[in-house]
Nanobody, 117 residues
């Protein structure tokens, strides 16, 4: 059974930082591309950051220079370090694991991030 469990969300003031974690089980983690998505109320889910099984990363333009994605294959965990947070970063953040070649695609339950003073 595949599980992706996000943690680390919460309420933070503008300009603050948070680190999200996503612990994976039930998959061979090192073979999967991992990503963070977010969905704000009334908006479509959007890609925030992604990291391939080989360690290559890409980011949405809106978070470049502020967010950093990383992975620890020994811990089966992917992280999203978020800095200089803005109110528009408020959303539910979801972890995704995928192997497109095999049409494997898994999602976590999401963690709420609220940026407000």
């Amino acid at each position: 059974q595949v599980q992706l469990v996000e943690s680390g969300g919460g309420l933070v003031q503008p300009g603050g930082s948070l680190r999200l974690s996503c612990a994976a089980s039930g998959i061979i983690f090192r073979l999967y591309d991992m990503a963070w998505y977010r969905q704000a109320p009334g908006r479509q889910r959007e890609l925030v950051a992604a990291i391939t099984s080989g360690g290559s990363t890409n980011y949405a333009d809106s978070v470049k220079g502020r967010f950093s994605i990383s992975r620890d294959n020994a811990k089966n965990t992917v992280y999203l370090q978020m800095s200089s947070l803005k109110p528009e970063d408020t959303a539910v953040y979801y972890c995704n694991a995928n192997r497109a070649r095999f049409s494997f695609d898994y999602w976590g339950q999401g963690t709420q991030v609220t940026v407000s003073s």
